[in-house]
C-alpha cells in the first residue's frame, strides 16, 4: 500500500501498563484527522513495530479509525524494528521462536483496553494482524473482548482450532492459496472447522503467497491485497463504523467537477495523494501535484458547455460508490481526456459510462472511469461501424429502453429463432 496518508494524521507513541505487572510496553499510535473514531488494534508481523506497520496504521487512521500497534515482542527486546533482508528475516525467526503467543495475547487485550478507555475512541474496538499477527488476531476472538477480528495468513490458526467455540465477534480470515506457512492440509483444516459457522469469513486467494498484502515484498500480490483490503473494512465498517455517506461525498465532488468546476474545491473533497483512471483513454494523474494539473488544464474546464451526466443506477458499499449513467455532451470543443487530439466535430454522443469510486475514510481516494471508446468514436464519425460488432448511439438508448431489439450484431441470431 502506497504511503499517502493525509498530514492531518496525528501520530505518537505511547506506554501501556501490561497487566500481569510485568512492566510497561510501547505502542504506536496514529489518529484520524478528526481525532476520535472506532478503535483498532494491528498487531504486527515477527520484524517489530517497522516502517511497514506504521504505514498500515496511519491508512487504517485515514480510514477513521483510531489505531495502537503495540510492541509485542518487547519482553524479548523492547523496540525491535526489522526490514526484510536475509538477516533481519532470521533476526525475526529468532524472535518468533522465542515468543509467548499467551502473553503477546494478554498484550492484545491490554491494547483494546487501552483504546477503550482513550478519549475520542467510541467504545468498539477491532484486531487486524499479519502473519505472527494473523494467529493472534484469530486468538484475540477467542480470548478478548475484541468486537471484530481480521488475520491476513495467520501461521498456526489449523492448531488452535479447538478455541473457535469461545469467539462470540466477527472474525474475517484472509488466506494465500500458496502459503507454505499454511499449506494445502491446513487451509482445508481451516475450512472444515470454522467454514460453516456463522460470523466466520474465509476467504482464500489461489493465486497469492505469504504475505501478499506487503508492499514492495517479493509476494506483494495486489489484486489479492486490494480485494482483502475491500472486505477487511467492510466488516470493519459493519462492526464498529465508522459510517459516512459516500452517496453526498461523491455527489458534492461532481459538483464542483461539472457544476461550479472549480478545482482546488474538487481537489480537496480528496485524500492527501489521490489517482484518476480513465480506463479507456488512460487519462488522469496520479498524486496531488499530477491530478490537480489534469484538472486544472485538461479536464474540469475542458468539457463542452452542454454536457450532462443522466444517471441509471448507484450501488453504495462499504468503500466505494459504483454510478452508472449516460454521459451527454454535444463534440464542440476538444475533450483531452475523452477525446485528446481529435478536432470538434460538432457530433451529439451520448454513452453509458461507469465510474467506480474509492474512498478512504470521509475523502476520495481514486476513480476508476469506464466507457466504449468504440462508440464514442462511431458517434463523432471517427470509426466507421460497418462490418465491425460496434455500436453508436443506440448504446445509450437501449441503457434506457431495454426493449429496444437486442442481437442486432449477431448475424447468426436469425437462425436461432424458433430452436
Not at 500497534?69 to 525467526?93: H, M, N
Not at 474465509?202 to 517479493?218: L, M, N, S, T
Not at 444517471?311 to 481526456?337: K, N, Y
Request: hydrophobic share 35%; with cysteine.
Amino acid at each position: 500500500m502506497k504511503n499517502s496518508a493525509s498530514p492531518s494524521i496525528k501520530t505518537r507513541n505511547i506506554k501501556i501498563e501490561a497487566s500481569d505487572g510485568s512492566g510497561k510496553f510501547s505502542a504506536y499510535l496514529a489518529k484520524p484527522a478528526t481525532g476520535k473514531g472506532p478503535g483498532l488494534v494491528i498487531a504486527q508481523e515477527i520484524f517489530g513495530v517497522n516502517a511497514n506497520m506504521r504505514e498500515i496504521a496511519n491508512y487504517y487512521a485515514e480510514e477513521g479509525y483510531v489505531v495502537l500497534v503495540p510492541d509485542l515482542f518487547w519482553r524479548q527486546k523492547p523496540g525491535v524494528e526489522l526490514g526484510y533482508t536475509p538477516e533481519d528475516w532470521q533476526k525475526a525467526f529468532g524472535y518468533f521462536q522465542g515468543f509467548d503467543q499467551d502473553l503477546g495475547v494478554e498484550d492484545i487485550q491490554d491494547a483494546i483496553t487501552t483504546l477503550r478507555d482513550m478519549s475520542g475512541v467510541s467504545g468498539d474496538v477491532g484486531v487486524l494482524g499479519f502473519c505472527l499477527g494473523g494467529k493472534l488476531a484469530y486468538l484475540a476472538a477467542c480470548r478478548t473482548d475484541v468486537d471484530v477480528a481480521i488475520g491476513y495468513y495467520g501461521v498456526g490458526i489449523e492448531d488452535a482450532l479447538d478455541e473457535a467455540d469461545d469467539i462470540e465477534c466477527r472474525v474475517v480470515l484472509h488466506i494465500a492459496g500458496l502459503d507454505k506457512y499454511c499449506p494445502e492440509k491446513a487451509q482445508e483444516k481451516i475450512k472444515k472447522r470454522l467454514g460453516k459457522r456463522e460470523g466466520f469469513e474465509i476467504y482464500i486467494y489461489p493465486d497469492a503467497d505469504h504475505a501478499f498484502a506487503r508492499p514492495k515484498g517479493e509476494h506483494y500480490h495486489k489484486a489479492s491485497a486490494l480485494m482483502a483490503h475491500q472486505r477487511s473494512v467492510a466488516a470493519l465498517r459493519e462492526e464498529i463504523g465508522p459510517h459516512f455517506d459516500l452517496s453526498a461525498l461523491w455527489d458534492k465532488h461532481c459538483e464542483y467537477e461539472f457544476g461550479t468546476r472549480d478545482v482546488d474545491a474538487t481537489m480537496s473533497t480528496m485524500v492527501a495523494e489521490p489517482y484518476v483512471n480513465h480506463i479507456p483513454t488512460m487519462t488522469g494523474g496520479v498524486g496531488y501535484q499530477q491530478l490537480h494539473r489534469f484538472y486544472k488544464h485538461h479536464f474540469v474546464n475542458s468539457n463542452p458547455p452542454d454536457t450532462s451526466l443522466i444517471p441509471i443506477s448507484r450501488t453504495v458499499g462499504a468503500t466505494q460508490v459504483v454510478d452508472e449513467m449516460l454521459f451527454c455532451f454535444t463534440h464542440t470543443c476538444e475533450i483531452p481526456w475523452m477525446l485528446p487530439g481529435i478536432p470538434p466535430t460538432g457530433k451529439r454522443v451520448e454513452i453509458p459510462l461507469l465510474a467506480v469510486v474509492k474512498f478512504r475514510g470521509d475523502k476520495l481516494y481514486h476513480e476508476h472511469i469506464y466507457w466504449d471508446q468504440a462508440s464514442v468514436l462511431v458517434q463523432i464519425g471517427k470509426l466507421d461501424p460497418h462490418g465491425l460488432p460496434i455500436a453508436g448511439v443506440e448504446t445509450g438508448q437501449k441503457l434506457l429502453d431495454e426493449s429496444l431489439p437486442s442481437n442486432t450484431l449477431m448475424a447468426a441470431w436469425k437462425n436461432s429463432e424458433g430452436k
